[in-house]
């Protein structure tokens, strides 16, 4: 019994034939869905010559590396066009991310606040607004912004 993809039989036996290699039957065994792996049994093939048996053995080796290939390939692509995938969301990421850091700036320099702080350290803040975990606003503040800007900066500031 060999395990074989049903989807190649047909192409197994036509092989088998243009070999000159008669069997009496090749049949699968139990029933399998389409694409999944069957077992099938070669009739005959005790008759067969060793170079038979070689050639037969020869042409399952070479449609299972073929297939396993075939495979690996795809899967190498699918790979490929994820990690390309990530790249793009990572760019998106980050410039999101300088973009709310922007709004958040920009919006602190309305605030009496923080208007009120000296300009070494309103410099210092602004500058320093991209490494701000801005996670915190989804998470904590369900993607509000002004929640997180009150709660987070100006209040602990206007508390200096």
Known sequence: ?????????????????????????????????EGETAQFRIDGIEKASDDVKQTISDLFV???????????????????????????????IQDQKKSISNIIGKYLKTSDVFSSQSSVFQGAFLENLDNLDLSVIQDKYKGHILPYIYKEIIGPINDL
């Open 62 to 92: 070479t449609e299972v590396t073929g297939a396993t290939q075939l495979a690996t390939d795809t899967l190498t692509t699918e790979m490929s066009e994820m990690s390309k995938q990530m790249s793009v969301n990572d760019l998106f």
């Open 1 to 33: 019994m060999k395990n074989y993809s049903e989807n190649k039989v047909k192409e197994l036996k036509e092989a088998l034939k243009s070999s000159g290699i008669e069997i009496d039957s090749f049949e699968k065994m139990g029933q399998y869905a």
